[in-house]
């Protein structure tokens, strides 16, 4: 199907243009022309600023049910786990399908077209395999495609409660036999249309040397991406200085699991060497801003891992939020006071972080940018609502990342179909409704 997009503002090569139209077919983008003035005879008019799709490069989709519950009160990251792990044991392949078909329609409303999905819920009751021992990983892309987004499945490798002991009752559904029994199991995972498959570390506490061995082997085999939880807590670096003599990330480059195809989730308590090994080796750092203030883990080095040499992604984690706008805000605004110093970004970077570099960590290197060939994703974020309005045209992207939010996304397309038009999701027509639905089974369960 040929369809041509006029965007009254596009972000092309890192300048806000006016007049664009963007002809697509098959999927992809097949022309991009400047200076339209108005809509071409059967295009579909885009008014506000268009740029390339956003990648939200980490999610938990089954965290959506928490949000405004682990909000109550104080507690740290190993309380709110608690309350995670109740949610996930009431989880089975249809429950988990319909809460996260709502949530990437939810992720499509905020102009996300991909999806990085970091899943570890494999098993059923008592870490008993489905008959389908997919069935967890198939309901998600099942709902991926239902919701019109891309996914990246990250099938997660998960075998111990810390560093050698035995999963606990909460985490046996989360746990393969052993590294072989994984990687067996995520080989009948298969790359389609809107799916790529990829890899995941939980974490050096619940993958021992010979998993972490396993998965970047399997995922190099492949050429697929290889997520990790890193260094999230204090707690986590001190016990595997304690069992390994060595801090997490150097663990990861001892046993071949950092490089360009690796992403490094969090990434909040690095040492020197710690920078020095991601950036030398090319990782990328994914940040999540909003969930690491949730969680009160604290502010990351993005800057420094940065200048090291690790490209930066997004991602909304827990879902705390769903805003890949407020996460690349977050991250400038965060290093401000931490720093307090403004500028360590421009708003060119930022909206790279949240397209192109989020993209190419999860293996969709041919999407993320508005030119001939690539993928046609891209969403379109209004400059006329109550926060972008009276803003000049050519500071779109500014206005963009320091205020908007995902409220103000009125298109969203996804292989050159529109997916959200006019702020409606045309899959999904009552999203809340349908979110409502699924997080209320989950609590009567």
């Not at 099938?155 to 810390?162: H, I, K, P």
Request: hydrophobic share 45%; aromatic share 6%.
């Amino acid at each position: 199907m040929q369809l041509t997009y006029w965007t009254e503002h596009a972000w092309l090569n890192g300048v806000v243009e006016p007049g664009v139209a963007i002809d697509t077919a098959g999927g992809r983008i097949t022309g991009v022309r400047t200076g339209v003035d108005a809509p071409p005879p059967g295009a579909v008019a885009l008014r506000g600023f268009t740029l390339p799709g956003l990648a939200n490069a980490h999610s938990h989709a089954f965290h959506r049910a928490l949000r405004g519950t682990v909000q109550v009160g104080s507690g740290t990251f190993w309380t709110w786990r608690e309350i995670m792990y109740s949610i996930a044991a009431e989880l089975d392949p249809d429950t988990y399908y319909a809460l996260a078909r709502a949530v990437y329609a939810e992720m499509a409303l905020a102009g996300v077209t991909c999806v990085g999905e970091f899943h570890y819920l494999h098993h059923g009751p008592g870490g008993t395999p489905y008959d389908d021992p997919n069935a967890m990983g198939e309901a998600l892309i099942a709902a991926a495609g239902e919701a019109g987004i891309r996914i990246t499945l990250l099938d997660t490798a998960y075998f111990s409660s810390g560093f050698g002991a035995p999963p606990d009752r909460h985490q046996v559904r989360f746990a393969d036999a052993g590294p072989d029994a994984w990687a067996e199991r995520a080989d009948a995972l298969k790359d389609r249309d809107h799916v790529r498959i990829g890899a995941a570390i939980h974490s050096v506490r619940a993958v021992p040397p010979a998993g972490i061995a396993r998965a970047a082997e399997w995922a190099a085999a492949r050429r697929a991406p290889l997520h990790v939880h890193l260094s999230e807590q204090p707690a986590e670096n001190e016990a595997c200085l304690k069992a390994h003599g060595r801090t997490p990330t150097r663990l990861l480059a001892d046993h071949g699991a950092l490089g360009p195809r690796t992403s490094a989730v969090h990434a909040t308590h690095l040492t020197g060497a710690d920078i020095r090994l991601l950036g030398d080796s090319g990782t990328v750092v994914c940040m999540c801003p909003t969930t690491e203030r949730d969680l009160a883990d604290g502010i990351g080095p993005a800057r420094e891992v940065q200048l090291a040499g690790s490209p930066l992604s997004l991602g909304s984690d827990s879902h705390a939020v769903i805003d890949l706008l407020e996460e690349a805000r977050a991250m400038e605004l965060d290093e401000r006071l931490r720093t307090r110093t403004r500028g360590h970004w421009t708003a060119a970077q930022l909206l790279r972080a949240a397209t192109a570099d989020g993209h190419a960590s999860l293996g969709w290197a041919d999407a993320g940018q508005l030119e001939t060939g690539a993928l046609a994703d891209f969403t379109t974020v209004a400059l006329d609502s109550v926060r972008t309005a009276g803003t000049l045209p050519r500071l779109a992207a500014e206005t963009a990342v320091y205020a908007a939010t995902a409220a103000d996304v009125r298109h969203t397309v996804v292989g050159g179909r529109h997916i959200v038009r006019d702020g409606i999701h045309q899959l999904v027509p009552d999203v809340p409704a349908a979110m409502g639905a699924a997080v209320a089974r989950l609590r009567r369960s």
